[in-house]
């Protein structure tokens, strides 16, 4: 079975702060995904990385940073986080492009 | 006009009954389709793969149309598990592994 480990599963933080989500999968995939989904708009794409040290925009990267240092491993990172990023962030992985998707559990953020 | 369209329900309906969802996309070049499920405060899990044939699995059924580009997903002799929000998922044409998600379809299945 994949597993994909997220590092929090709720976080409270306050404006300003720089805030770090970690994501860790356990299966070797190349491919990594960072989300967020708000109601009424769905997920939407932050960012991807298919190899270590390479990454790629998705939708909507404004605000947000990421890194992947290695294979395993893929950082979110809020540089200076606002109300409006108060979300659920939820980090994906597959094995192939355009196969399945495998989901850590989540991320409940709030921005205070 | 979104990438991919749901309607987002809810859908209220009585254990043992037929439910189905629509989906559509915009992309014709689209070329791997999924449900998937996702419980409330809970990630998304692949709940099939939509093949251009058709595909079953126990109680639920999945079809793609791609001239009208609509996927379907009918779930028959509903149980109460089955309440939870149903993604309709679409990749799209190039090398990447990027997915667009519908917005799901939220279903409630009562006694």
């Known amino acids: 079975d994949v597993k994909v480990t997220q590092s929090s599963r709720y976080l409270v933080k306050r404006t300003g702060e720089k805030v770090f989500l970690e994501c860790v999968q356990d299966?070797?995939?190349?491919?990594m995904f960072w989300y967020r989904q708000d109601p009424g708009l769905g997920l939407r794409l932050i960012y991807f990385?298919?190899?270590?040290?390479?990454?790629e925009k998705g939708d909507i990267p404004e605000g947000y940073s990421v890194s992947r240092e290695k294979k395993e491993r893929f950082s979110l990172i809020l540089e200076s986080a606002s109300t409006n990023q108060t979300s659920m962030y939820l980090c994906?992985?597959?094995?192939?492009?355009?196969?399945?998707?495998?989901f850590g559990p989540g991320t409940r953020l709030t921005v205070t | 006009r979104k990438e991919v369209e749901q309607d987002p329900g809810p859908f209220n309906v009585p254990e043992g009954a037929t439910v189905a969802f629509n989906c559509t996309y915009s992309?014709?070049?689209?070329?791997?389709f999924f449900w998937y499920r996702q419980d409330c405060r809970k990630e998304p899990k692949l709940l099939m793969s939509?093949?251009?044939s058709g595909n079953e699995d126990g109680r639920f059924t999945a079809q793609l149309n791609r001239a009208s580009q609509y996927i379907s997903l009918l779930i028959r002799d509903s149980k109460l598990s089955d309440s939870a929000t149903y993604l309709c998922?679409?990749?799209?044409?190039?090398?990447?592994?990027?997915?667009?998600f519908g917005q799901g379809t939220t279903l409630q299945v009562k006694p």
């Open positions: 992309n014709s070049a689209s070329q791997s």
């Open positions: 994906a992985t597959d094995g192939r492009p355009g196969g399945e998707q495998y």
């Open positions: 990385s298919y190899d270590v040290k390479m990454k």
């Open positions: 998922v679409v990749h799209g044409s190039s090398n990447t592994g990027k997915l667009i």
């Open positions: 299966m070797d995939h190349e491919n």
């Open positions: 939509v093949y251009s």
